[in-house]
């Protein structure tokens, strides 16, 4: 009887342990692009497949903001309430510095032009299907709420602890 419990506690502990280093992984996917000074943006629509498919997490850097074109760039839509953006690829640079942008799925370019200050920045990089992790913020806190959780779980189910008692 003991025996069958002791392999419970351990399977337990050994689910807790898994679940810490894969929670921790992905919160490592949003905290160190972070203390880089990038931003995280979730790709909710196809404009950008098949480069970047809807679901994607894409890493911003605020501080590369000249356009070139081709280049893939993050853009905060004037008069958006909610500071809406979009990621598409600089189609064309106008002679005044405004831009035309483009999705790649997109037959036509976009229809407003938009001026430089808008720019968010350039992507450096997109990782497919990751994109939840950003998109709410309730996802964030439940992963790291789960994280701790698996860790005290794992913690708790240590069989070094329930053998401090006993005698080898």
């Known amino acids: 009887m ?12 050994d689910v807790c342990l898994a679940g810490t280093c894969i929670l921790s992984l992905f919160g490592l996917v949003v905290l160190i692009p972070k203390l880089n000074g990038l931003k995280l943006y979730a790709v909710t629509s196809g404009s950008m497949a098949p480069a970047i498919p809807a679901g994607s997490l894409i890493l911003v850097d605020p501080a590369q903001k000249t356009p070139h074109v081709g280049e893939i760039m993050t853009y905060r839509l004037k008069g958006s309430a909610a500071g809406m953006t979009v990621t598409h690829r600089v189609h064309e640079i106008r002679p005044d510095g405004r831009l035309l942008m483009k999705g790649d799925a997109n037959a036509q370019p976009d229809l407003n032009v938009i ?7 350039t992507v450096v990089s997109a990782i497919p299907r990751m994109g939840f992790l950003q998109e709410k913020s309730g996802i964030r806190m439940g992963l790291s709420a789960l994280t701790v959780l698996c860790l005290c779980g794992w913690l708790a189910l240590d069989p070094e602890n329930h053998r401090k008692g006993e005698t080898k």
């Open 2 to 13: 003991m025996r069958n419990q002791w392999s419970v506690s351990r399977a337990l502990r």
């Open 115 to 121: 001026s430089r200050d808008a720019l968010e920045g």
